[in-house]
C-alpha cells in the first residue's frame, strides 16, 4: 500500500509539472492569438504576454521543444526584440541575450522564413553599426546574418557592398591627404594618407589602388615616425584604430644605405619596459623577406632606450642586393618595422 502510494505521488507530481509546461504553451497561444485580432497598445501587450509564456515553457524543458513551440517561441523572441528597436532600447542586456535564445533553438524543423527573419533583424543591427562608423562590429552582425539565414546570399551581397563602400571611402580619403600633403609639403597629411590607406586595406585586402597609395605614402614618410595617434583624431572605430596603430615602438629612416655603409635612423619608445639598444636587434628585409641583420657589437647610443624617449643612432647592415622593403626592429616581445615601399 505505502508502494503504491509512492507512485502515486510521483505520477501527481510529474502531472503537475507537465500541466505548467503545457499550461505556459496553452497561455502563450492565447495570447498569441488575441493578439492578431487586436491592434496598437492592447497587441503590443498580448505579443508580450506570448513571448513570456512561450519563454516560460521553452525553459522548463529546453531538451524537448517541440517543432510547433520552437517556431512559435522564435517568432516571440523576433517581435520582442524588434520591440526594443522601436522603443530605442537596442542596448539594452536583454538583446544579446534574446539573439542567443532565438540561436539556442535555430534546429532543422525551424522554419526558412523565420531564419531570414532572423537574418534580416542581424542586418538590421549591423547597419546601425556602420551607420555610427563601428564596421568591425557591423561586419560581425553581417557574418553572424550569413551564418544563421537560410538563404545567406543577399546577406553575403549587402557585406560585400559595405566592404567596397568602406574601403572606397578610405581610399579617396587618403588619396586627398597625400595629394594635400605632396604640395602643401605637410608630413602629417602624408602620415594620414597612410593610415587611411591601411583602413581601406584592412576592409579589403584585395584593393589595388589602396595597394599602390600605401606604397606612395611609405616612399614619402621614409624619415617620418607613422605616428597615427598624433596625426588621426577623427577615428570612430577603437578597435580598428588600435589594430592598424599596433607599434609602440616607432622608426624613421633618414639614411638608407644598402652597400654596407653607414643608415642613419631615429627610433622612438613608447613601451614601458627600458629597451637595451644592440645592434643585432635590427634588420633590413628584402623584397623576398630575408633578413640582413646589423653586425653585432657596434656601439649605441644611449644603449638604454627609456619610455617616451628617442635618440638617434648609425649602423651598418651587409650588402643587400636587390631592393629592401623595410627596416626592423626586434628584441624578444618588442618589435616594430618601417616599410620603404
Do not use: W
Not at 505579443?47 to 515553457?57: D, E, G, I, P, V
Not at 627610433?267 to 633578413?291: C, I, K, Q, Y
Amino acid at each position: 500500500m505505502k508502494h503504491l502510494l509512492k507512485v502515486l505521488v510521483g505520477v501527481g507530481v510529474f502531472m503537475v509539472l507537465f500541466s505548467c509546461a503545457t499550461g505556459d504553451e496553452a497561455a502563450g497561444d492565447k495570447a498569441y492569438n488575441m493578439a492578431q485580432r487586436t491592434s496598437g497598445d492592447t497587441r503590443r501587450t498580448q505579443l508580450k504576454t506570448a513571448f513570456m509564456h512561450y519563454s516560460r515553457a521553452v525553459s522548463a524543458n529546453p531538451e524537448k521543444v517541440t517543432t510547433r513551440l520552437r517556431n512559435r517561441f522564435i517568432e516571440m523572441c523576433l517581435v520582442r526584440a524588434r520591440m526594443m528597436l522601436e522603443e530605442g532600447n537596442a542596448g539594452m542586456g536583454a538583446l544579446p541575450l534574446l539573439m542567443g535564445d532565438i540561436e539556442g533553438q535555430l534546429k532543422d524543423d525551424v522554419l526558412p522564413d523565420l531564419r531570414q527573419q532572423y537574418a534580416a533583424f542581424l542586418v538590421q543591427l549591423g547597419d546601425s553599426s556602420a551607420a555610427k562608423s563601428r564596421f568591425i562590429d557591423a561586419l560581425a552582425f553581417y557574418d553572424r546574418a550569413i551564418e544563421n539565414a537560410a538563404d545567406p546570399a543577399p546577406f553575403r551581397e549587402k557585406r560585400r557592398a559595405v566592404i567596397r563602400g568602406v574601403a572606397e571611402e578610405n581610399y579617396e580619403i587618403g588619396m586627398m591627404e597625400l595629394e594635400m600633403g605632396q604640395r602643401e609639403k605637410d608630413d602629417s597629411k602624408l602620415i594620414r594618407a597612410e593610415y587611411f590607406a591601411k583602413v581601406a586595406l584592412y576592409f579589403d585586402s584585395t584593393f589595388e589602388k589602396a595597394q599602390k597609395l600605401l606604397s606612395d605614402a611609405y616612399r614619402v614618410n621614409t624619415s617620418s615616425y607613422s605616428a597615427y595617434i598624433a596625426v588621426v583624431d577623427d577615428y570612430t572605430d577603437t578597435l580598428m584604430f588600435r589594430t592598424i596603430n599596433k607599434f609602440d615602438i616607432l622608426l624613421s629612416v633618414n639614411l638608407l644605405n644598402t652597400r654596407g655603409g653607414e643608415t642613419v635612423f631615429r627610433m622612438h619608445s613608447n613601451t614601458f619596459n627600458p629597451l637595451r639598444m644592440r645592434s643585432e636587434h635590427f634588420a633590413l628585409v628584402d623584397v623576398n623577406g630575408r633578413r640582413h641583420h646589423a653586425a653585432a657589437g657596434q656601439r649605441m647610443h644611449p644603449d638604454i632606450l627609456d619610455f617616451e624617449r628617442e635618440a638617434e643612432y648609425k649602423l651598418r647592415f651587409p650588402a643587400v642586393t636587390g631592393q629592401v622593403k623595410s627596416m626592423i626592429y626586434e628584441n624578444g616581445p618588442h618589435f616594430t618595422e618601417k616599410f620603404f615601399f
